[in-house]
T-cell receptor, first 115, second 117 residues
Framework: DTGVSQNPRHKITKRGQNVTFRCDPI?????LYWYRQTLGQGPEFLTY????????KSRLLSDRFSAERPKGSFSTLEIQRTEQGDSAMYLC?????????????FGPGTRLTVT | AQKVTQAQTEISVVEKEDVTLDCVYE???????LFWYKQPPSGELVFLIR??????QNEISGRYSWNFQKSTSSFNFTITASQVVDSAVYFC??????????????FGKGTLLTVNP
């Protein structure tokens, strides 16, 4: 299977703990996006990488959030001092770089529950 | 700022009925792209279609068809002869394509379609 993969699929943590999620994009895709989806809502953009460079961060991404994409391959999203409001599905997507926006391929997501 | 509105929160139909999902968008860019994604109960978003702002031709793919009307800023999705397997949440999304764009997607809130046997 050469789709986007995300790990873990589910994470339950206590408020105040740190969590880290991983995304492995489709191998030839240069663009990588993180989105957050809460119940009954559409995904909301968090941040974007082109290769290893993080080129945009949403204002939804507070100082407790940090994302990396070392060597332009996999990406990690870390949330420090989790809060109950962080409970959501975190989605990763990848696409090709081109003059037009190729469709973004989404991973299965990591569902975070903060208790 | 860009915005996508899907006014229908939930739709329920009986198998073999036709159903149309509405999508209205707002953007200041003259070049943009519109998308539909399907999110089945398993949760993974599945790409269905991409249209650019310069191509208003309607598109048909099997039982799916899309109607893009720039005059009303709408990009509606019709499923003909619906099937139980079509049950899912459907999202309309917009990507602005101006200079320096990173093509991030702005999604609507989605429409939950339930097709009953």
């Amino acid at each position: 299977d050469t789709g986007v993969s995300q790990n873990p699929r589910h994470k339950i943590t206590k408020r105040g703990q740190n969590v880290t999620f991983r995304c492995d994009p489709i191998s030839e895709h240069n663009r990588l996006y993180w989105y957050r989806q809460t119940l009954g809502q559409g995904p909301e953009f968090l941040t974007y990488f082109q290769n290893e460079a993080q080129l945009e961060k949403s204002r939804l991404l507070s100082d407790r959030f940090s994302a990396e994409r070392p060597k332009g391959s996999f990406s990690t999203l870390e949330i420090q001092r989790t809060e109950q409001g962080d409970s959501a599905m975190y989605l990763c997507a990848s696409s090709l770089v081109s003059g037009i926006p190729y469709e973004q391929y989404f991973g299965p997501g990591t569902r975070l529950t903060v208790t | 700022a860009q915005k996508v509105t899907q006014a229908q929160t939930e739709i329920s139909v009986v198998e073999k009925e036709d159903v149309t999902l509405d999508c209205v968008y707002e953007t200041r860019d003259t070049t943009y792209y519109l998308f539909w994604y399907k999110q089945p109960p398993s949760g993974e978003l599945v790409f269905l279609i991409r249209r650019n702002s310069f191509d208003e031709q309607n598109e048909i793919s099997g039982r799916y068809s899309w109607n893009f009307q720039k005059s009303t800023s709408s990009f509606n999705f019709t499923i003909t002869a619906s099937q139980v397997v079509d049950s899912a949440v459907y999202f309309c999304a917009l990507s602005e394509a101006g200079s320096g764009s990173n093509y991030k997607l702005t999604f609507g809130k989605g429409t939950l379609l339930t097709v009953n046997p």
